[in-house]
């Protein structure tokens, strides 16, 4: 036990040791670079808070990585209604989203229209896009803390595509690097932040429990509460299709 509890203490040192000095793309690099899983599902319970009241949907939510660094992801709400979300997020350009209504009309979500809400939740379409660094600029302002945790603080700024906010700041762990918090700044001032809690490795991948993306006034937020999750199970490609969404 001795020596378990000594080389935890050397991996938290060393990781310490090796940050020092870095840049903020470095320290990105190193948060891109934490396993992730090829496929995933999981059932999530969104609780939006507004004005008093939390609305309550439930969606499934998949994600599968195909070639070329892209990804999809296909979001199915289950209660109350049954929209869909279809992400393609693609590498070096503007990623596509189409939204199937539950008249079964299918949409597709122009540049111009990802600073709106989804759902009408704190949550924008643009933040139901994948983060690819190479789209950003990053700047160490320095470190703090989030969600009671040591942290780096790393500024970004969109370089390639349309732009919604004006930057952002993301907190990655100095223990292990992982983004436990992330600030959204639009119009010059501070708009809302999103943090994950409950942490816990599943299959080897760091996976938080909860989000919240919480408006910076206080005046409303969004939950999402993880209800199960599997990762690098089988999914058919198809489902990823925008045909499919019908």
């Known amino acids: 036990m001795r020596n378990r509890f000594f080389m935890g203490f050397m991996l938290v040192f060393f990781l310490a040791q090796s940050a020092f ?6 320290i990105m690099e190193k948060s891109d670079n934490l396993p992730e899983a090829d496929t995933a599902a999981s059932k999530i319970l969104m609780l939006i808070h507004k004005g008093g009241h939390v609305m309550e949907k439930e969606f499934i939510l998949q994600m599968k990585q195909f070639e070329n660094d892209e990804d999809k992801a296909l979001i199915e709400f289950i209660r109350p209604t049954q929209i869909k979300l279809l992400t393609h997020s693609h ?11 539950s008249s079964g009309r299918v949409k597709r979500i122009a540049s111009s229209g990802k600073d709106k809400p989804f759902v009408n939740s704190h949550f924008y379409y643009e933040d139901l896009t994948s983060v690819d660094i190479d789209d950003y600029e990053f700047k160490l302002l320095g470190e703090g803390e989030a969600v009671g945790e040591p942290c780096y603080k790393v500024e970004g700024v969109k370089v390639v595509g349309d732009k919604v906010y004006d930057k952002v700041i993301f907190y990655p762990r100095k223990s292990d690097f992982f983004v436990n918090r992330v600030d959204f700044y639009l119009d010059g001032e501070f708009h809302k932040f999103l943090e994950n809690h409950h942490v816990k490795a599943i299959d080897g991948i760091l996976t938080p429990h909860q ?3 919480e408006l910076a ?20 490609s198809i489902k990823f299709n925008k045909e499919a969404l019908r």
């Open 217 to 236: 006034g206080g005046e409303g937020k969004t939950e999402l509460i993880l209800k199960g999750i599997k990762y690098n199970i089988e999914i058919d």
């Open 91 to 101: 590498k070096g350009r503007e990623d596509d989203q189409w939204l199937m209504l």
């Open 211 to 213: 989000a919240v993306m």
């Open 21 to 26: 000095g870095m840049t903020g793309r470095e």
